[in-house]
């Protein structure tokens, strides 16, 4: 049987060591960090991966998640809109979840390699060799589950690093006044704010900001008080709600740029085979359904019933034709955001036309699967 190693343990490669594992394919998962710990997501998860993490005995349902089912939008100057959700979402930290498909991955006979950062990937001969420290792996398949950027997309000169991103991201965890089944989504200039409710009767408050807010005002707090507080949604929940972390969780360098799924016979998947804009709430889904159509094929490859070639062609197609149009959509989408005149014609749009707005949310979101 072919060797199989996922770098990367986000939700990408813990739905994938899992899926794999539960198959009895022997994988192995390197990961820079150690779980559980805390990572800059809006942590809403769409309900159409419901069916699938259920299948799998995924869901997280002993953390009682919330239920989401209503979206707040509101303008720079604080015009406001609501639609109901016909999908919907649920809401759970990543420190909680991540925690949670690890612990079941162990409990698989996952072999994970933690606090370790891989450094490079090569393929010579028809195999991979993976190195790290004084360490050099062998692997039949290499999985890249490594997120948004890494250390390993510049040794492996990816295309869309080569170009600096200008956009920041910020999390808190805060107890607020917020209805549980809403999540709302308000607008500053430069940027936008998420917040809905987690485990716990948590929330977490999520923004994604232009560097150039934070360079003006040379301090996160500052540009919170300056910028995000002129929407006087987020003033008050800036000044009503209790903030549980001593400081935020910062990452920076955020891209959206276009990337491919498959790099030197590298399986890319989640945000390292593409990003979709955090507005959308849609990145985790697409994490796991592209964790779900890679391992698929990857189980057939391992039992030799697909050949290297095969296997490309097959998670290129697939890949494409499930998300190519939604991260285009979302990167679109995206630019009515942060600016005062479009995000008003936004919340007036959603106002005024909820067929509108509802096909937006679709052309973002993928089907139940
Ligand atoms: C501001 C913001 C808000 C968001 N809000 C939402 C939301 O509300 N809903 C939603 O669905 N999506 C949201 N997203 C997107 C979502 O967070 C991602 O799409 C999702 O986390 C992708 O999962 P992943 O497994 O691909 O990557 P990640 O979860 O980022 O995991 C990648 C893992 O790889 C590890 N790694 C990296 N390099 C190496 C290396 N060289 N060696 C070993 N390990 C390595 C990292 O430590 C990390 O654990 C948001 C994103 C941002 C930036």
């Known amino acids: 049987m072919n060797s199989i190693v996922i770098i990367g343990g986000g939700l990408a490669g813990l739905v994938g060591a899992n899926y794999m594992a539960e198959k009895g394919i022997s994988v192995t998962l390197i990961e820079k960090k150690n779980y559980p710990f805390h990572r800059v997501c809006g942590e809403y998860i769409s309900n159409e991966t419901i069916p699938f993490l259920k299948s799998r005995g995924l869901f997280p349902e002993e953390f009682s998640p919330s239920k989401i089912n209503r979206f707040q939008l509101t303008s720079v100057n604080g015009r406001s809109a609501q639609l109901p959700l016909d999908l919907g979402g649920f809401g759970i930290s990543r420190y909680t979840f991540d925690h949670f498909l690890y612990r079941k991955a162990l409990g698989k006979g996952v072999n994970f390699i933690l606090n370790t950062e891989v450094e490079n990937i090569l393929f010579n001969d028809n195999a991979f060799s993976i190195r790290f420290g004084q360490t050099e792996l062998r692997a039949d ?112 360098e955020i891209s959206f740029a276009t990337k491919t799924p498959i790099e030197n016979h590298v399986l890319m998947t989640g945000d390292a085979a593409g990003m979709i804009t955090p507005l959308c709430g849609n990145g985790m889904a697409m994490a796991i359904h592209s964790a779900k159509i890679l391992s698929e094929l990857a189980v057939e490859f391992s039992k030799g019933k697909l050949s290297r070639e095969q296997l490309e062609k097959n998670y ?49 979101h993928g089907e139940i699967f």
């Open 141 to 252: 398949l290499v999985i890249g589950s490594f997120g948004k950027r890494s250390k390993l997309d510049i040794n492996m000169k990816r295309s869309f690093i080569q170009k600096r991103s200008p956009y920041a991201g910020v999390k808190y965890h805060i107890r607020t006044d917020q209805p549980s089944d809403l999540i709302s989504l308000h607008n500053f200039k430069d940027g936008y704010c998420g917040i809905s409710q987690i485990e716990d009767n948590k929330f977490t408050l999520c923004y994604l900001t232009h560097r150039n807010n934070l360079k003006k005002y040379g301090s996160i707090k500052i540009m919170e008080e300056k910028v995000l507080c002129k929407n006087p949604f987020l003033k008050s929940i800036f000044q009503n709600s209790e903030f549980l972390y001593d400081r935020p969780e910062v990452i920076n």
């Open 316 to 364: 290129s197609q697939k890949w494409n034709s499930l998300f190519s149009r939604r991260l285009w959509a979302g990167r679109q989408i995206q630019r009515l955001f942060g600016d005062e005149w479009t995000s008003n014609l936004a919340v007036n749009l959603m106002r005024k036309s909820k067929p509108i707005a509802d096909l937006i949310i679709r052309s973002t």
